[in-house]
């Protein structure tokens, strides 16, 4: 079963993410700063729309309840050093 993902932003370049499998649930909260996103996206991108392939990114490589609590979305990076041009690629930027 997917996992599914629900992306709330709770205040300007911060959301809260749940992650739900079955009964599970985990929740996170990412900050994005307009300009990275801009850098990975594009101008016209969606922050919602980042975070939310940025999670897709991660449940492929590890399980909900590995990912971070609270992070700024450039963290990624530094775990999979592959994320930057990944998410490029499937924002199609």
């Known amino acids: 079963m997917a996992a599914k993902i629900d992306v709330d932003e709770t205040r300007p370049g ?9 009964k599970s649930r985990s929740t996170h909260t990412v900050t994005v ?7 990975l996206g594009g101008d016209a991108v969606d922050a919602a729309a980042l975070v939310r392939r940025s999670f897709e990114f991660l ?34 930027g």
């Not at 911060?14 to 079955?22: D, L, Y």
């Not at 449940?59 to 994320?83: C, D, N, Q």
């Open 33 to 39: 700063d307009p300009a990275y996103a801009r850098r």
């Open 59 to 92: 449940l492929e490589r590890e399980p909900k309840e590995s990912i971070l609590g609270t992070f700024a979305l450039p963290v990624i990076g530094r775990y999979f050093p592959e994320y930057e041009r990944e998410i490029a690629r499937r924002l199609g």
């Open 14 to 22: 911060e959301f809260r993410v749940t992650v739900s499998e079955g």
